[in-house]
Structure formats: structure tokens, C-alpha cells
């Protein structure tokens, strides 16, 4: 009984967080949002205010907006491309996204955002390949009176004017927590594979240290973090080293593309029953092995919204109106308790969403 009643309680906050995430608007449009404002802005020692956010309702003139992204290999990218998008639709502005390819391609990227300015990009929106790697050439743009977004990654350099983005940080030691809740100190210890990402993405260092954090003082024993770029291919290599290293893992926790790999890996070895998944954020591939009982969990970042918060950031900017410098959608984790209750529309982009390169 007390079983059941903490599951509809669970339930209950669930739909209660997802109303005040989006409001009554999330049929009509995205906003107001819930998102927390960082202050100080960009200072390691920020603190977070729960705020509404609301967007202008259109740009004044057709500003040119370049959008640049690491790649565009698995559906979080493309969630992120349905956010500014769709964002630059209804403000009404032109959009032009380039992708480098890989998260070893720094050097392409570096050239592509060359290319952008070169041919009268107003402002630059970036998903950073590297947190430092970029800051030469981010300062060459801000030199020029050119405003630079940092979307989803994170970058270092001092010459942004604002951020749309989450701590990864607290993405991954939110999925620490959901496992080390269930591994207390004490209790028998378990192998955990953990796979953070490409090694030198911001957000892969962010990620790694909240999760370590959130993992010390339980009994899960964290093995050596394998590093590689996000791709399906490179990610399924990894887990199979890990798996021929250490057979008896009881997790394997990663982007959301390593947890799709890894469902499909272990169902096909007969391990799924043995070895569990975890994703520190969210695509449609973790929302759908949620759905399914293949993945145990994944915080969720909000990455349409973080799409649509930066084109916003970036014509509030050229328009010398006021705006917010650091901000991001609130953090919740979703899992069994709440999968059934979860819009769509706030997460991820359509189920028939094709990548839109080009908003003129």
C-alpha cells in the first residue's frame, strides 16, 4: 500500500513539474518556461533563481542568425536544429546552421563559423566542439560587435554575450544519484561501465565530475571512463571493449546515444536482464527504452528549449533589449514514475522531424 501511494505521489509532481515547466501554454507554444537565471552569469559560483522565461513575439527586422553544431548524427542534435528552427520561424528572422561533422573536427567548425561571418552573419550561435578550442576565434567575432550564444555545451571563453544551457554538471550527477540510491554505501559493490563522451567537449567534463561526485560515497565501483565521440559506431565499440574487460558489469551509464547502443548490444548477448542502462540526458532513443523498460532512467535537459532560449538571446542582443545572460530550462529526471505523463513537445523535436539547415 505504502508501495502505491509513493508511486502516485511521484506521478502526481510529475504532471504538477510539467505544468509549471511549460505552464498552460504547452499546446498553444513553448512559453512561459520554466528555467533558472544564473547569477552571477558565467561565474563558476553562480546561483540559480527559478524564473518564468518569455520571448519577444517577433524580432523587428530580419536579423541573420548562423547556427553552428558539432554534427548532426543522432536525434539530440536534431532536437536541438527543431529549437532554433522553429524559433527563428516565429520571430521571424533568417537561420543558417553548419555541423562539423564529428566532435573531432574542432579545425572545420573553427572554419565554418569563419565562413558564416564572412558572408554577414549577425550573430553567432554555437555548440561547441571544445570549451577552449573556440576562443580564438570567438574573440575575432566579438571584436567585430558580433554577439556570440553559447547553446548546450559550454564555452570558456570570456567574449560570449550569453549562454543557453544546463550544468551538465548536475545532468550527470543526477544520474549518479539515481543509481547510487539504489547501491548505498555498505551494501555489496557493483561495477559501473561509464562512458562521459568525447574527451575536451565542456560538457563532457562537466559531466564526468557530477557524476563521480554523485557516486563516491556508495558502493558502485565506477571503472576507468572510456572517452569517444557520440557517434552510434564509436559508442558500440567502446561498450563491447568494456564488456569483454569486465563481464561482470551490472551498468553501463552514457549519452543517450551509448544507452541506445548499449539496449541493442545486450539484448542481442541475452545480458538485458543482467545488466542495466542509464542515460545522463535525454533523445527519442532514451525516451523510447524508457518507455519500453530497456533504460532505467535519464535526466532531461530540455534541448528544444535551449535552442529556441538562444535564437531568442540572440535578437533581444542586436535589438539592444533587455535579456537574460545565463540561463537554462529546469533539470528533472525521468523515468518509470513519470514516462507516461511526459509532453513531447517540450523534449524533443516530432517523430517525422527532418533536419532544417536553412530558415529564410
Known amino acids: 500500500m505504502q508501495k502505491q501511494?509513493?508511486?502516485t505521489a511521484?506521478?502526481?509532481?510529475?504532471?504538477?513539474?510539467?505544468?509549471?515547466?511549460?505552464?498552460?501554454?504547452?499546446?498553444?507554444?513553448?512559453?512561459?518556461?520554466?528555467?533558472?537565471r544564473m547569477d552571477p552569469p558565467f561565474s563558476p559560483d553562480a546561483k540559480p533563481t527559478l524564473v518564468d522565461y518569455v520571448p519577444l513575439t517577433k524580432a523587428s527586422k530580419k536579423w541573420d542568425i548562423c547556427?553552428?553544431?558539432?554534427?548532426?548524427?543522432?536525434a539530440y542534435w536534431l532536437g536541438v536544429d527543431?529549437?532554433?528552427?522553429?524559433?527563428a520561424k516565429r520571430l521571424g528572422v533568417k537561420m543558417q546552421l553548419v555541423e562539423a561533422g564529428g566532435y573531432t573536427n574542432l579545425a572545420k567548425q573553427i572554419s565554418q563559423i569563419e565562413d558564416c561571418v564572412s558572408r554577414g552573419a549577425q550573430a553567432v550561435v554555437i555548440g561547441a566542439i571544445s570549451a577552449d578550442g573556440l576562443n580564438g576565434v570567438i574573440k575575432t567575432i566579438?571584436?567585430?560587435?558580433?554577439?556570440?550564444?553559447d547553446v548546450i555545451n559550454g564555452i570558456n571563453s570570456p567574449d560570449i554575450s550569453a549562454k543557453s544551457l544546463?550544468?551538465?554538471?548536475?545532468?550527470?550527477?543526477?544520474?549518479?544519484?539515481?543509481?547510487?540510491?539504489m547501491h548505498p554505501k555498505g551494501s555489496p559493490a557493483v561495477k559501473v561501465g561509464w562512458f562521459p563522451g568525447p574527451a575536451g567537449a565542456g560538457w563532457v567534463e562537466a559531466a564526468h565530475k557530477g557524476f563521480m561526485e554523485a557516486t563516491k560515497d556508495s558502493a558502485l565501483v565506477i571503472l576507468e571512463p572510456k572517452y569517444g565521440d557520440t557517434g552510434k559506431e564509436a559508442q558500440t565499440k567502446l561498450i563491447e571493449d568494456v564488456l569483454q574487460a569486465h563481464p561482470d558489469v551490472a551498468y553501463l551509464v552514457g549519452p543517450a546515444v551509448n544507452s541506445e547502443a548499449a539496449v541493442a548490444i545486450l539484448r542481442e548477448r541475452n545480458l538485458d536482464k543482467k545488466i542495466k542502462v542509464v542515460a545522463f540526458h535525454t533523445n527519442p532513443g532514451a525516451v523510447d527504452g524508457i518507455q519500453k523498460g530497456r533504460i532505467l532512467g535519464a535526466p532531461s535537459d530540455s534541448m528544444v528549449i535551449q535552442g529556441r532560449?538562444?535564437?531568442?538571446?540572440?535578437?533581444?542582443?542586436?535589438?539592444?533589449?533587455?535579456?537574460m545572460k545565463h540561463v537554462g530550462p529546469k533539470i528533472f529526471m525521468v523515468d518509470q514514475n513519470n514516462i507516461k505523463t511526459l509532453p513531447r513537445e517540450i523534449l524533443l523535436a516530432p517523430v517525422d522531424y527532418k533536419p532544417v539547415f536553412s530558415v529564410k
Open 10 to 36: 511521484l506521478a502526481l509532481g510529475t504532471i504538477a513539474l510539467f505544468a509549471g515547466l511549460a505552464g498552460s501554454a504547452v499546446a498553444a507554444d513553448w512559453f512561459p518556461f520554466k528555467v533558472e
Open 166 to 181: 544546463v550544468s551538465f554538471q548536475t545532468m550527470g550527477a543526477q544520474a549518479g544519484e539515481f543509481i547510487a540510491k
Open 5 to 7: 501511494l509513493t508511486k
Open 142 to 149: 566579438a571584436a567585430k560587435k558580433i554577439p556570440v550564444i
Open 82 to 87: 527543431y529549437g532554433v528552427a522553429e524559433e
Open 67 to 74: 547556427v553552428s553544431f558539432p554534427h548532426m548524427k543522432d
Open 309 to 323: 532560449i538562444a535564437i531568442d538571446q540572440a535578437v533581444r542582443i542586436l535589438e539592444g533589449k533587455e535579456y
